[in-house]
C-alpha cells in the first residue's frame, strides 16, 4: 500500500511540473503571435479589458471573431467603465454604433465623407491638418491591424442614440 501511495504522489507531482511548467510556454507561444495573424476579438481581449467585456455581454464576439472584416472605434478604457451596468440589448446598441464593416484605415477615412456603423447610423468623417474626427471625436491611435480589421483608438466615446 505504501508504494501505490508513493507512485500516486510521484505522477501528481509529475502532473504537477507539467501543468507549472507547460503554462508559460503556451502564454509565450500567444505573445508570440503577430497581432496580424490574431482577430480583432483576440487583439481586443489581450490589450483592451473593459472593451473586451463589454463586447462580450453585448453578444458581439463571435462577429469579430470572424474572418470577416470590421473597424473598431474604440475609445478609451475609462470612458467604456461607465458603461459595464447597461443591460446587454443597451449595450448592443452602444458598441455596434463603434464599429464599421470593412477594414479603414485612417487614410481611408476621407474629408467630408461618411461611414456607415454595423447599427447602420452614419458617422461624418472630419479631417483636420494632422488628425482625423470621427463625429467630433478624435482619433488617437490609428491603424492597428489585426487579421480581420483595424481598431482606432478613439480620444472619447461616440455620442450615437
Do not use: C, W
Amino acid at each position: 500500500m505504501k508504494l501505490l501511495y508513493q507512485k500516486l504522489y510521484a505522477n501528481i507531482a509529475i502532473i504537477v511540473l507539467l501543468l507549472v511548467y507547460l503554462q508559460p510556454v503556451q502564454a509565450q507561444e500567444m505573445a508570440l503571435v503577430p497581432k496580424e495573424r490574431m482577430t480583432l476579438m483576440q487583439y481586443v481581449m489581450q490589450e483592451r479589458p473593459v472593451l473586451a467585456g463589454l463586447i462580450t455581454k453585448a453578444g458581439l464576439t463571435p462577429m469579430l471573431s470572424d474572418k470577416e472584416l470590421y473597424t473598431v472605434l474604440a475609445p478609451p478604457e475609462a470612458e467604456l467603465t461607465a458603461l459595464q451596468q447597461l443591460a446587454p440589448a443597451r449595450l448592443r446598441a452602444v458598441i455596434s454604433n463603434h464599429i464599421l464593416k470593412g477594414a479603414y484605415l485612417e487614410k481611408d477615412l476621407k474629408d467630408g465623407s461618411t461611414v456607415e456603423t454595423v447599427a447602420q447610423t452614419k458617422l461624418n468623417i472630419f479631417r483636420k491638418k494632422d488628425h482625423t474626427l470621427v463625429d467630433g471625436v478624435r482619433i488617437e491611435s490609428a491603424n492597428t491591424q489585426v487579421e480581420n480589421g483595424v481598431l482606432h483608438g478613439l480620444s472619447g466615446k461616440l455620442t450615437l442614440e
